[in-house]
């Protein structure tokens, strides 16, 4: 299955963000060599920036589970 598209063309994953300040949450992160990136970080509601990371290597498809680290 492909990954979806941005409006500026480069491919997108929807990246899960399973645990932590943000669990629940779902947001979109820029494909990178052709995989999920291994860090993200997200504004959470306070404007305070959380950085997740893969849950797992070995991921398929057009999404990935990310994992708390810690707030930036």
Same mark, same amino acid.
């Given at each position: 299955? +492909?990954?979806?598209? @941005?409006?500026e063309g480069? +491919? !997108?994953?929807?990246?899960?963000?399973?645990?932590g300040p943000l669990a629940g949450t779902t947001v979109t992160a820029d494909v990178v060599e052709g995989r999920p990136p291994k860090t993200i970080d997200v504004e959470g509601p306070d404007r305070?920036?959380? @950085?997740?990371?893969?849950?797992?290597?070995?991921q398929a498809g057009n999404s990935a589970d990310y !994992?708390?680290?810690y707030e930036v």
């Open positions: 299955m +492909p990954n979806s598209q @941005r409006e480069g +491919p !997108t994953v929807a990246a899960k963000l399973i645990d305070a920036r959380q @950085r997740y990371c893969l849950a797992e290597w070995e !994992t708390f680290l």
